[in-house]
T-cell receptor, first 115, second 114 residues
Framework: EPEVTQTPSHQVTQMGQEVILRCVPISNHLYFYWYRQILGQKVEFLVSFYNNEISEKSEIFDDQFSVERPDGSNFTLKIRSTKLEDSAMYFC?????????????FGPGTRLTVT | KQEVTQIPAALSVPEGENLVLNCSFT??????LQWFRQDPGKGLTSLLL?????REQTSGRLNASLDKSSGRSTLYIAASQPGDSATYLCAVRRVTGGGNKLTFGTGTQLKVEL
């Protein structure tokens, strides 16, 4: 069964460094998302992406964040200058076209630790 | 602003017991509701999705119901097994907004004991 994959599974970075989190959505999906979960807290929406542009973003998704679909398979989340509070599990998700449910399928996550 | 709450926060039951997890949301203008399972340190596995026009969905031992007008959903797990131990999350998608944003609940941590 097709799955969303994410790399790396764990990333450790120093405060102020740039990080890029990578996702490969399910191959025929057209809607892509990033969510994050700070340890012990709710899963929070960051951004959704469709037709090569952001369709919605949360207040968390400020100028330090950007998303890109550089080719036909990858979907990336970049954090330009990481802060301690960016430490969290980051989940990528995707939804298929041609349905009205927009059911979201999640990847296993990347644990980002900012030191 | 949509708020999603899940009760109880944690639940421990003996194997074989039937159980109900609760999810409530403050804004009834939802498009659909998804139930997920999250294992420790892992991603989210979609269990069931209920459209706003539906009252329930079933998958194997799982049955999810939706009462949109009262802002409630329940996940019923029949004949629980130790392998069901995980955190269960509900998430709602609102009617408006083109981004399919999901708003998640706080989760119920379930432990099924032998």
């Amino acid at each position: 069964e097709p799955e969303v994959t994410q790399t790396p599974s764990h990333q450790v970075t120093q405060m102020g460094q740039e990080v890029i989190l990578r996702c490969v959505p399910i191959s025929n999906h057209l809607y892509f998302y990033w969510y994050r979960q700070i340890l012990g807290q709710k899963v929070e929406f960051l951004v959704s992406f469709y037709n090569n542009e952001i369709s919605e973003k949360s207040e968390i998704f400020d100028d330090q964040f950007s998303v890109e679909r550089p080719d036909g398979s990858n979907f990336t989340l970049k954090i330009r200058s990481t802060k301690l509070e960016d430490s969290a599990m980051y989940f990528c998700a995707s939804s298929p076209p041609g349905t009205f449910t927009y059911e979201q399928y999640f990847g296993p996550g990347t644990r980002l630790t900012v030191t | 602003k949509q708020e999603v709450t899940q009760i109880p926060a944690a639940l421990s039951v003996p194997e074989g017991e039937n159980l109900v997890l609760n999810c409530s949301f403050t804004d009834s203008a939802i498009y659909n509701l998804q139930w997920f399972r999250q294992d420790p340190g892992k991603g989210l596995t979609s269990l069931l999705l209920i459209q706003s026009s539906q009252r329930e969905q079933t998958s194997g031992r799982l049955n999810a119901s939706l009462d949109k007008s009262s802002g409630r959903s329940t996940l019923y797990i029949a004949a629980s097994q130790p392998g069901d131990s995980a955190t269960y999350l509900c998430a709602v998608r609102r009617v408006t907004g083109g981004g399919n944003k999901l708003t998640f609940g706080t989760g119920t941590q379930l432990k099924v004991e032998l």
